[in-house]
């Protein structure tokens, strides 16, 4: 069974840092492309960024470009997200989604950041 | 980044049908196509089809997704109390190079 666990969230000051971690079982991680998506309060789903199987390719959505860095560890199965110069606006759940056949086809049960001084 | 458009809420009753629409351009639906997911309360959102009609395992084919030019649809058959949820809509876009999602329908079941 595939399971995807982020962790790392938690409460930061507006201009901080946290890098969250997605450890994921269940299938061969160093097959599979991956994502980070945010949902902020009682908001939609935002797409944050992607990553290549092999890291070669990497995407970033305009809103998190240049303060966020996704990277992996296909030894450690396991999907990162640093997140530096945090905003107020960043407050959200984040979740690390598979890329199963350029679908977001199996997704964690999320981490809260929330961005407060 | 630009959305697709979906409407906020659809309301129909139990046992009947609703269509939920989702409408982007040709850099993205009317590319390859969109993705639905359901999202319930609480809970992480699920894949239900993916290139317009295609299911993963364990979908019910009450679900059923289609595509015309650059708007999908996802028609949900017989509906039931535990469809109650918001869905959302997504699609890779060629121009943006990004994943775009709708801003979610929620439908209920009266």
């Known amino acids: 069974e595939e399971q995807l666990v982020e962790s790392g969230g938690g409460l930061v000051q507006p201009g901080g840092s946290l890098r969250l971690s997605c450890v994921v079982s269940g299938f061969t991680f160093s097959s599979y492309g991956m994502n980070w998506v945010r949902q902020a309060p009682g908001k939609g789903l935002e797409w944050l960024s992607y990553?290549?199987?092999?890291?070669?390719?990497?995407f970033y959505a305009d809103s998190v470009k240049g303060r966020f860095t996704i990277s992996r560890d296909n030894a450690k199965n396991s999907l990162y997200l640093q997140m530096n110069s945090l905003r107020d606006e960043d407050t959200a759940v984040y979740y690390c989604v598979r890329n199963g056949g350029n679908n977001l086809d199996y997704w964690g049960q999320g981490t809260l950041v929330t961005v407060s001084s | 980044q630009a959305g697709l458009t979906q409407p906020p809420s659809v309301s129909k009753g139990l046992r009947q049908t609703a269509t939920l629409t989702c409408t982007g351009n040709t850099n993205n639906v009317g590319n390859e196509g969109a993705a639905w997911l359901q999202q319930h309360q609480g809970h992480p959102p699920k894949l239900l089809s993916y290139k317009n009609n295609n299911r993963p395992s364990g979908i019910s084919e009450r679900f059923s997704a289609s595509r015309s030019g650059n708007t999908a649809s996802l028609t949900i058959s017989g509906l039931q109390p535990e469809d109650e949820a918001d869905y959302f809509c997504?699609?890779?876009?060629?121009?943006?190079?990004?994943?775009?999602f709708g801003g979610g329908t929620k439908l209920t079941v009266l």
């Open positions: 997504s699609a890779w876009d060629t121009s943006l190079t990004a994943v775009v």
């Open positions: 990553i290549a199987s092999g890291t070669s390719t990497i």
